[in-house]
């Protein structure tokens, strides 16, 4: 087996442990993250109505590294109209939403997506205009259907797929997904410019997700069988070099009260300068620069029109440590990037 099936398959059994509590801590816990995620939220929400309201486009829409279903619960709201009209058969001159599909490789995070439909009242709609599939985000297949494709990879999922060689494939994955049809691409991630502001106190704060970040000294209680649980989040820009914590065991008691761990300044200035976030449990996250992501861009997503976008361009609180590549093939995108001043990078 090769060195990128042995990273994939290590890494979708660590994304299958963690799925439960990144779910309570990271996509429902930690404010810098439910920020940036509602940055995200707000952007696509915009991008779909204008795109279906204004260039009368009907969408189909599909996640690269869907998680536990967020732009599908997002977006749902979006089909009620297009289910109502096709069911009655009254289809408006303006476009719709008509689906939302999404893949991710780890079973227990398709699992919690689809109790999160449930739990919303939305699985009634699924599968027909809400679907998911277990697998490889590399191997989609071009989108071959009737409506124009709307590829999307949000919260630096990039950045967990497995290294530069993973972020490469993912870019040309979304690239044939929709080119076929003139569709768009949009990945949001996390930008290396903010590591120091927002990484480190973001997996400081979420050790019970993904184990102890190799900055943090001593290494005590770094064996898998303890749970490392912050005592609070630790936010944006806070310089703090340490963290309080308390250790449980693997019977769920408390074996250590108020433990303080400590930055290694040597270790976390690598963090910084790499972009490389590893913890003690074998989770790894790249925070890729501005300028990594633009090459990335220019080299794989020729043909239609590319956009990059600094989250702070367009939301300075909550899009602060966040990018978008976005590229368009069929021109729609530009009137409403022009709306917030943007200059595409290419044509
Ligand atoms: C940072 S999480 C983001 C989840 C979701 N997009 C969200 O915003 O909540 C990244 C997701 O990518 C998935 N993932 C990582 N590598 C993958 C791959 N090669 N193929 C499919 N999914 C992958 C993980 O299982 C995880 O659910």
Redesign the pocket.
Known sequence: MNTQSLR?QH??SI??QC?TT??RQ??RGHPDVTAY?SF?HSFIEKLVLFLTRDRSLTIDCY?????????HNLLAPFLFNAVSELKTQNILSSGKLVHVG?????KQ?IELAKQNLASSGLDTLYPEYLSFDI?????VAPYTGPHTPLAV?????I????GEE?AR??FRTMHNYIKERKGIAVISCYCLEAVESFALGNYESTMDVSGQPCWLTPETYTGNDCTLLPNYYKRAHDKDPNIIIDVIDSENKCIERNFKLTRDPDKVKKVIQTGQIDTFNGYR?LWYSTKQIRNWMKELWTGGTLWHIPGIQLDRLRGEPAQLAVIDYNGAFEPLARTWNLRPLSR
């Open positions: 994939y890494d979708r994304w299958d799925a990144y779910e990271i996509v995620e995200e996640d690269f590294g869907c998680g536990s279903g967020r732009i999404g893949i991710d490789f780890s995070m697998g490889s985000a590399f191997d990879s949000v919260c630096n999922s950045g967990v797929m497995q993973g494939n993912l996250s």
